[in-house]
C-alpha cells in the first residue's frame, strides 16, 4: 500500500493542517483554540510553518536534542531537573580541576 493512502500513516501535520483523517492523532486543546473552525484551524496552522527557523536556532534545538537536554533558560531547566531528577543542560567537557591544597 503506497504510503499516505492507509490513514494509519497520517502525519500530524496532514492531520492538522489539511484536515486529512487519522485515528492516531488527536486534536490538542491548543490546536483546537486556533479557530472556531476546522477550516480556521488549519489555516492558522499552516501559517505556522509558513517560515523557516533561523539556523542559529536549528543548530540550538539539534544540540539539545541529541544530548537529550532542555531547550529554555536557566529557570526552566532547574525547573525540569527537579522534576525529573537529571541534568538538563550540558555539563563542562573534561575532568572537572584539581585544586592544590595550601601549604601549611
Partial sequence: MPFGTDHSFTTSY??????????????????SALGQDAERRQVAYRELFRHELEPELMDQIRR?????????DGRFAREIEAVIGRRTVPGKSGRPRKYAEPAS
Avoid: C, K, P, W
Fill in 64 to 72: 539539545v536534542t541529541n544530548g537529550n537536554f532542555v531547550l529554555g
Fill in 14 to 31: 496532514r492531520a492538522n493542517a489539511e484536515g486529512e483523517a487519522s485515528t492516531l492523532i488527536q486534536a490538542h486543546g491548543l490546536y
